[in-house]
């Protein structure tokens, strides 16, 4: 079903509203990044010149991009998901127009205030989650592989509770998926964020495929 569901929405990503969705999500995502960039380099650059370090311009950059990459290998797709959250009626509802017009007749959009809420809550829950995770992604490096097991299965789990809940709550009432299909939903996902490049389109085939595993979970043909 997961993989039925991922085709099917991949063609999802170049329907006009998830190409916004997808602009929006990656241009917001990248000015925080490049905002926290800003800030290290000033905190790292304050600390050096307190402290009398050496090494000048090209070590406070170096280790700015070195803490930056880590940054963001670790919180991309927290960021990303949750700026998501902020405006996934779009994705949503254009999924449901084109495949399931009569669940989008009857589906009540979230809102911009209960989006708000749902973007900080998965915002939370995913950092809060990764960043106690950190010392054993730390000590798992030395097995090769270890870290990026633990990766995946700590996000796919979050990743299948944010995305069923994304849909979820625009038919409130009705047949939710199990909580089978929301780890397989979120370890396609977590999948798809470590694919370079790839990962820039995560957050909107995700939505879209969410949108088709809930409509299946409700015996309704993908």
């Known amino acids: ?20 969705l997808l602009a929006k999500t990656l241009a917001l995502t990248l000015i925080i ?31 700015t991009a070195l803490v930056v990459f880590a940054l ?15 405006f996934a009626d779009d994705i949503v509802i254009a999924v449901e127009q084109d495949s399931y017009p009569a669940a989008a007749a009857s589906a009540r959009p979230l809102g911009f205030a209960r989006s708000v809420r749902l973007a900080l809550r998965s915002a939370g829950r995913s ?3 990764n960043l106690l995770a950190l010392p054993l992604y730390l000590v798992l490096l030395i097995t090769g592989i270890g870290t990026i097991l633990l990766f995946v299965i700590l996000n796919a789990y979050l990743l299948g509770r944010d995305l069923s809940e994304m849909v ?35 957050p909107v085939w995700s939505a879209a495929m969410a949108v088709h595993m809930l409509h299946a979970a409700r015996n309704k043909p993908l």
């Open 33 to 63: 990044f490049a905002v926290a960039a800003v800030a290290l380099w000033a905190l790292i650059h304050a600390a050096r010149q307190h402290l009398g370090w050496g090494g000048g311009g090209f070590a406070e950059a170096a280790a």
């Open 72 to 86: 963001a290998w670790l919180l991309f797709r927290t960021i990303a998901m949750a700026i998501m959250n902020l």
């Open 127 to 129: 950092a809060g989650w």
């Open 168 to 202: 979820e709550q625009r038919h409130a009432g009705l047949v939710t998926m199990s909580g089978g299909s929301r780890w397989l939903l979120g370890l396609v996902s977590a999948l798809l964020f470590l694919i370079p490049f790839i990962n820039l389109l995560a």
């Open 1 to 20: 079903m997961v993989i039925a569901a991922a085709f099917r929405a991949f063609p999802a990503i170049f329907h006009p509203a998830a190409l916004r």
